[in-house]
Nanobody, 117 residues
Framework: QVQLVESGGGLVQAGGSLRLSCAAS????????MAWYRQAPGKQRELVAA???????NYADSVKGRFTISRDNAKNTVYLQMNSLKPEDTAVYYC???????????WGKGTLVTVSS
């Protein structure tokens, strides 16, 4: 079993920055894919950014140039640096990881990011 704990959410003014962290713990033999998703009120959950085990990244068009995803394999942790935040970035942000061996996906409980105008 794998547990994910997110942190770093909060209230920030437009133009500000936040850094989200997601630490995985439990029986882990290695993490393949790591990603951040978000869900705004009344909208579907959407992929924000993802990073592979080989450090290849991809981003939603809406965050390219503003957000940066990174990972620390020694700590089983993924980060999301969010700069130049906009009110439309307001959402609950969820961490997602896929582990090796079982190939199972795990989700965090989410952390709220609120950007005021």
């Amino acid at each position: 079993q794998v547990q994910l704990v997110e942190s770093g959410g909060g209230l920030v003014q437009a133009g500000g920055s936040l850094r989200l962290s997601c630490a995985a713990s439990g029986t882990i033999f290695g993490i393949n894919h790591m990603a951040w998703y978000r869900q705004a009120p009344g909208k579907q959950r959407e992929l924000v950014a993802a990073i592979s085990s080989g450090d290849r990244t991809n981003y939603a068009d809406s965050v390219k140039g503003r957000f940066t995803i990174s990972r620390d394999n020694a700590k089983n942790t993924v980060y999301l640096q969010m700069n130049s935040l906009k009110p439309e970035d307001t959402a609950v942000y969820y961490c997602n990881v896929q582990v090796f061996i079982s190939g199972m996906d795990y989700w965090g409980k989410g952390t709220l990011v609120t950007v005021s105008s």
